[in-house]
Structure formats: C-alpha cells, structure tokens
C-alpha cells in the first residue's frame, strides 16, 4: 500500500479504536439453529434475526438445492444452475423470481412485487427509480441506514422528524416547500429499538397532504400481524395506504434478499429507472425458490410466531424481575441501552465468556450515547436459553 494511504488508514483506525467504534468480523460456526462455535467456544445467538428458525430449515435448504439442480417438481423443466447470469432485463429474471414476486404480493396485499438481491438495495431502488433532486423526504430520525441513502443518494432533500413524533413530521413539512415534500418514510418496526412506528397517523398525514408513504418493515414481517403480513396488518392498515412496502428475506424467511411490494404502475417505475435493478444480475433462482419455501412455511407454521412472542415474553418478564431496565418493545428486538460505548463493549464481551453471543451496537449505526446490546430472539430458542442470558446479564450488570 502507498504511505499517504496507509497512513491515513492508520489514523482512522486509531480514532475508531479510541472512541470504542472499531468493528471486526468474526467467522462462526453454525452448530444448530441458535448455537454457534467462534474459536472453538459454543455460544447461544442472541444476535441474529433469524425470528422464526427459517434460517436452518431443512425444507428451505432442499428447496434450494433441488432448485440448483434444475428440479421444480413435475411443473417445470429446467437446467437448474447456481447464478442467474444476467440482469433481470437481460435473461437473469426466470420462473422462480416471478412466483416468488407474485406470492409475496399476494400475501402482503399489494397488486405487484419485485424482488431484488437485498433490502439495502430495494430503498436505494425506491429512491433512484421516484425521487429527484426538486423533492424532499420526510423520515423518522431512527429509519434504517437505507431509507435515508435511498433519498440522500437520489439527491432528495432528507428532512428527518424526532422518532416516532407525527407533530414534528408536520413541523418539518411545514417548513419545507409544500410541492417538494413527496414521500413520508418510515421503519415499520424499528431496526435497532423494536418498536412501532404510527402507522395510521403516517397514512393519515400522507392523505392529507397527498405523499407517497415508503414503508419498510423488515422487522414486522413474519413477527406481526396475525397472519405475519407485518405491521399494517398488526396496526389495521389497509396496504392501499402504503405506497412502496419493503421486507427483507433475511429476518423471518431466513434467506437472503428483499421485494418491494406496491401498485403495478410503481414496480413499472422501478423496473425502468432503478439502476440498482438495471445495472445489477438478477437474484438467483435458487434462493427465490428456497425463499418462496420459507416464506410457506412462515404461512403454515403460526406457532413459529407463537413461540418467538412467548419467548419475547419470557424475556421480559425475566429481565424486568432481575432489574434489567428494558425498552418499549414487544418485538423480537429487544435493546438494553447502555450509553457508553466502551462499557457496551465490555458487556457483550463479558456475555460471551459466559457463553451468550449479544453484539454492542454503537455509533452510527444508533445515535451517539445511546449505545447498546441489541438482545434478538427467536422461535428457536428454548426458556433455558433465555433463562442462562438473563442469568448473565444480571450478573455483569446489577
Ligand atoms: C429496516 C431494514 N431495512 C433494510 C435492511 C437491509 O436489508 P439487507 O440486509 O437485505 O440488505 C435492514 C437490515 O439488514 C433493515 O434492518
């Protein structure tokens, strides 16, 4: 590497490492749904967003094998493969994506879907294919890192209103040209705090003022609702009220990749705009066969649902017995906010040698000072699991 490089890499790291903020990879290994090893320690994952215990399913590995090897069932004939090779406008877009695409709109409520390879990559999509430099975005101040690149990078005017505060959202579009503000955004479930945003005072500000409303409820899906459609079925929302609705295959369907549900004239729209989606090879047709799996069983299996809030449940009133101070959520998200980021640090750190995997979630990724441990659960996990977290957590903590 050239000196000036090294040498300003160098001082950034120093920075981070003096401020608590260095971040490092550690390469685990899955022994079964919430167990991993990392070197050569078994610990019990309270880290991951695997809310259902898809993650591991037989049922979606073999769907993505089978998928691999070109077998559909008696319906299709197909070569099979890994990749999809191209774009979707090209010839990357196959059989797979499309019943995935329509399933996905079906069962959330919309008219027409697409799939596209991760969540990051759907709000950028949403923000490249309908946002341009004469708009602005009113966003929660605690919207996932994408929402706010999505607008940001489209060159939209981010206009970002306190967490969950209707009031402030009205205060900033009324400072703000009436004609440029376009789009209300919002988390559904908040990614790093597990609560809800206001979803019928958000559709009702976007009535009234006649905004798009860019709802992304990667955490809901699967977690709320009584079918786990998410939180407009949770809240009573009808999905005509949301104009571009994200989920993310990654949490509760434990695969990997995202779909953007919303009117057919809008999936046109991104379709023909988004760069991400033109310039980028297809999801592969593996994974949307695998996902379109997870995403039955996740319709089939409500006790999956059922045991992660039972688990949910454990938690908190586990927590709340030993003194724990807990945050407002009854998500699978469950944040133990501890402010400073060094003590955070040595927290998850002192889970670990207790045998429990929590990451310390630090700055940027949460506002500065409220760093915190980011507890996940999981159908997976069983009361003993919980009981043993809590143990530890008492025993670091109080
Ligand atoms: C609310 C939210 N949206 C989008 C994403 C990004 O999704 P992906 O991991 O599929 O890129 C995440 C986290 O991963 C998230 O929490």
């Known amino acids: 590497m050239r000196p000036a490089l090294a040498a300003r890499l160098a001082g950034q790291r120093l920075a981070r490492g003096q401020a608590g903020l260095e971040r490092v990879r550690e390469p685990l290994d899955r022994i079964d749904p919430v167990v991993v090893e990392l070197d050569g ?53 196959t059989r797979p994506q499309r019943e995935l695409e329509r399933a996905l709109a079906d069962f959330l409520g919309f008219e027409d879907a697409l799939v596209v390879s991760s969540g990051y990559q759907a709000n950028l999509a949403i923000g490249q294919a309908l946002l341009d430099r004469s708009d602005a975005v009113l966003g929660d101040r605690l ?12 060159g939209a005017r981010l206009r970002r209103y306190r967490h969950n505060d209707i009031d402030d959202a009205r205060a900033k579009m009324a400072q703000s040209p009436a004609d440029r503000v376009r789009w209300i955004a919002s988390d559904g479930v908040f990614s790093m705090d597990g609560d809800l945003a206001p979803l019928p005072a958000l559709a009702k500000l976007a009535d009234r003022h006649d905004l798009g409303l860019w709802l992304d409820d990667a955490h809901g899906f699967g977690v709320v609702g009584e079918k786990g459609r998410g939180i407009h079925e949770h ?10 609705f994200v989920v993310t295959f990654g949490k509760s369907l434990g695969t990997q990749g995202a779909v953007i549900a919303a009117d057919r004239a809008l999936i046109e729209a ?129």
């Not at 099979?80 to 990357?92: E, I, K, P, W």
């Not at 809240?235 to 571009?244: H, M, N, Q, R, W």
């Open 270 to 398: 991104l379709v023909n705009r988004a760069r991400g989606v033109i310039y980028s090879t297809a999801m592969a047709p593996p994974l949307a066969a695998a996902t379109g799996c997870a995403l039955n069983l996740l319709k089939q299996q409500s006790w999956r649902r059922r045991r992660l809030h039972d688990n949910i449940r454990c938690f908190c009133e586990r927590a709340a017995a030993a003194g724990i101070a807990l945050a407002s959520s009854a998500t699978a998200i469950q944040p133990i906010i501890i402010g400073d980021n060094i003590r955070a640090l040595a927290l998850a750190n002192g889970l670990a040698e207790r045998g429990f995997l929590a990451r310390a979630i630090r700055p940027p990724t949460v506002p500065i000072g409220r760093a915190r441990l980011r507890i996940t659960l999981s159908a997976a996990h069983r009361p003993e699991h919980i009981a043993g977290l809590v143990d530890a957590m008492e025993d670091l903590m109080t």
């Open 41 to 93: 320690k078994r610990l019990v994952n309270f880290c991951s967003n695997d809310y259902l215990g898809l993650a591991t399913h037989p049922d979606v590995a073999d769907a993505m094998a089978r998928a691999a090897r070109g077998d559909f069932g008696n319906r299709l004939r197909q070569s099979g493969g890994v990749g999809s090779s191209a774009s979707a406008l090209v010839s990357g877009y």
């Open 235 to 244: 809240l009573g929302v009808s999905s005509e009220k949301i104009d571009a």
């Open 143 to 154: 919207n996932h890192a994408s929402l706010n690149d999505g607008a940001r990078l489209a």
